[in-house]
Nanobody, 126 residues
Framework: QVQLVESGGGLAQPGGSLRLSCTPSGFTLDYYTIGWFRQAPGKEREAVSCISNNDGSTYYLDSVKGRFTISRDNAKNTVYLQMNSLKPEDTAVYYC???????????????????WGQGTQVTVSS
């Protein structure tokens, strides 16, 4: 059974940092593009960042560029989202998603994702 498990969410102050982790069970990440998505209350789910399966190319939502960094450690079978300089508008449930091959990287949008985690809450508040 394919599953993705997110961890690392929580409460952070504005300007603070959090690191999210995404670990799969039932498959290895080597051949998968991984994406991080988020959904705030009353809003649609949006893509935050995607990392390709072959050369590690990355995509970022404009509003997180320079603050968030996606990375993958295939040896640990884990993808990370380092979030710095957090803002209240970053508050959302964050999901990781995976798709075999490059389709999710070519089009980093929710409907291009095949597998989803359960999500982890990130709250940015003073």
């Amino acid at each position: 059974q394919v599953q993705l498990v997110e961890s690392g969410g929580g409460l952070a102050q504005p300007g603070g940092s959090l690191r999210l982790s995404c670990t799969p069970s039932g498959f290895t990440l080597d051949y998968y593009t991984i994406g991080w998505f988020r959904q705030a209350p009353g809003k649609e789910r949006e893509a935050v960042s995607c990392i390709s399966n072959n050369d590690g190319s990355t995509y970022y939502l404009d509003s997180v560029k320079g603050r968030f960094t996606i990375s993958r450690d295939n040896a640990k079978n884990t993808v990370y989202l380092q979030m710095n300089s957090l803002k209240p508008e970053d508050t959302a449930v964050y999901y990781c998603a995976a798709t075999p091959g490059s389709r999710l990287f070519k089009l980093c949008i929710p409907r291009a994702a095949d597998y989803w985690g359960q999500g982890t809450q990130v709250t940015v508040s003073s």
